[in-house]
Nanobody
Framework: VQLQACGGGFVQAGGSVNVSCAAVGSVLAVNTMGWYRQPPGKQRGLVATITHDGKTNYADSVKGRFTISRDNAKNTVNLLMDTLKPEDTAVYYC???????????????WGQGTLVTVSS
């Protein structure tokens, strides 16, 4: 099972961008899904997570500006980013705790990352 992300790109400060991620492959169950980001020269950190039943958690720096959502039927997670700031520039990674079909253990899987660049 892989996580495939799409979206992102170049946007001006104050603008919006959307990134999406899908679990591709045969999946038995998906628990928490989320987004993390790694700004240039910095460590990867939490952006937002969402549980299977829709409970969300956001980093303080994005509260009120970013919205995470998911489609359990399609095993997808979406991050809508509004009122973007230059400091939001980063590679955004999706993440999921999931159980592949035929598997007996939960796996923590990362997507390949997608770049969001916010110009001032």
């Amino acid at each position: 099972v892989q996580l495939q992300a799409c979206g992102g790109g170049f946007v001006q400060a104050g603008g919006s961008v959307n990134v999406s991620c899908a679990a591709v492959g045969s999946v038995l169950a998906v628990n928490t899904m989320g987004w993390y980001r790694q700004p240039p020269g910095k460590q990867r950190g939490l952006v937002a997570t969402i549980t299977h039943d829709g409970k969300t958690n956001y980093a303080d720096s994005v509260k009120g500006r970013f919205t995470i959502s998911r489609d359990n039927a399609k095993n997808t997670v979406n991050l809508l980013m509004d009122t973007l700031k230059p400091e939001d520039t980063a590679v955004y990674y999706c993440n999921s705790n999931l159980k592949p079909s035929g598997g007996s253990v939960w796996e923590n899987v990362w997507g390949q990352g997608t770049l969001v660049t916010v110009s001032s």
